[in-house]
C-alpha cells in the first residue's frame, strides 16, 4: 500500500492525539485527585499518561507528514486496540476495585480509542480518488 495524504485521514491522527494527549495530561497532573475519585491508583495513572507521552509524539509526527505511510497507521491501529484491550482486562482482573466512575472513565476512552482507530481505518480504506 502506497503512501496517503487522505485528509480525514489526517485529520483523524490529529484528533487521536489532541484526545491521548489531553487524557496523557490530566492524568499526569491530576493523579492525586482522581485516584479517590476514580478508585485508580495514582501510580496506574501517571503511568498510564507517562505512557501516552511517547504515542502522542509519534501520531503527531506520522499526522504531520506530507504523505503518510500507511505502516506507520496500522501501528498506530494496532496500539488503539491493544490499549482499549489493557483498559478492559484491567476492569476485568479484579486487582483494582474502581468506583463507578472510575469504571465509566475507564470504558469511556476505551471506546473512544476503539473509534479513533475505526477512523484511521476508514482512511487507510478510501479509495485513492477520495485521498486527496
Same mark, same amino acid.
Given at each position: ?11 483523524? $491522527?490529529? $484528533? !487521536?492525539? $489532541? ?7 490530566l492524568v499526569i497532573v491530576a493523579a492525586g485527585f482522581l !485516584?479517590?475519585l476514580l478508585g485508580l491508583p495514582v501510580a496506574l495513572l ?6 501516552? +507521552?511517547?504515542?502522542?509524539?509519534? =501520531? ?7 504523505? @503518510? ?6 501501528? @498506530? @491501529?494496532?496500539?488503539? +486496540? ?23 472513565? +475507564? =470504558?469511556?476512552?476505551? =471506546? +473512544? ?20
Amino acid at each position: 500500500m502506497s503512501a496517503h495524504s487522505s485528509l480525514f485521514l489526517r485529520r483523524a $491522527l490529529v $484528533l !487521536d492525539a $489532541l484526545a491521548s494527549g489531553a487524557t496523557a495530561l490530566l492524568v499526569i497532573v491530576a493523579a492525586g485527585f482522581l !485516584d479517590a475519585l476514580l478508585g485508580l491508583p495514582v501510580a496506574l495513572l501517571r503511568g498510564a499518561g507517562l505512557l501516552l +507521552v511517547p504515542y502522542v509524539a509519534f =501520531v503527531a509526527f506520522v499526522a504531520t507528514r506530507p504523505r @503518510i505511510e500507511p505502516a506507520a497507521v496500522w501501528l @498506530i @491501529i494496532a496500539c488503539n +486496540v491493544l490499549w482499549a484491550l489493557a483498559s478492559f482486562l484491567l476492569l476485568l482482573s479484579g486487582k483494582f476495585t474502581p468506583t463507578g466512575l472510575g469504571i465509566a472513565f +475507564v =470504558v469511556a476512552q476505551a =471506546v +473512544v480509542v476503539v473509534l479513533l482507530g475505526e477512523l484511521q481505518y476508514m482512511g487507510l480504506r478510501r479509495p485513492a480518488a477520495e485521498a486527496t
